[in-house]
């Protein structure tokens, strides 16, 4: 089943790049242990839930995190959803939408800047 949703998942530059890389990933995701009917209502709950109408009630820092070349979830709905979070960080990452796994610096450059820039100080 994963072979089926890499091309969705992982960027065409990911595939050219690092094809050796995507083998094992791919043999790695497929022992999970995670049932096809679970992996089946993820996509469903993605499709059909929608919260935008309590976004604005929403007062704890929120970093959202875009990948460049990711076509389950475009920029422009993931800047959406930056918008209309009242305390929303905004960064843009490259990859597909496993950006976290085919380049992870950069995703992790973004988690800790954000966490840096709302850690409450140590007295």
Do not use: K
């Amino acid at each position: 089943m994963m072979r089926q949703q890499a091309p969705w998942v992982f960027s065409p530059a990911f595939y050219a790049a690092h094809p050796e890389r995507l083998t094992t990933i791919l043999g790695e995701m497929e022992r999970s242990p995670q049932p096809a009917w679970s992996f089946a209502a993820q996509i469903a709950a993605l499709l059909t839930h929608d919260c935008r109408d309590r976004l604005g009630s929403l007062h704890t820092p929120a970093l959202v995190i875009a990948a460049d070349d990711d076509i389950i979830i475009r920029l422009s709905l993931s800047h959406r959803l930056f918008e209309e979070l009242p305390r929303g960080s905004w960064a843009i990452v490259p990859g597909g939408h496993a950006a976290f796994v085919e380049n992870p610096d950069p995703w992790n450059r973004a988690v800790i800047a954000f966490i840096d820039q709302h850690r409450a100080p140590v007295h």
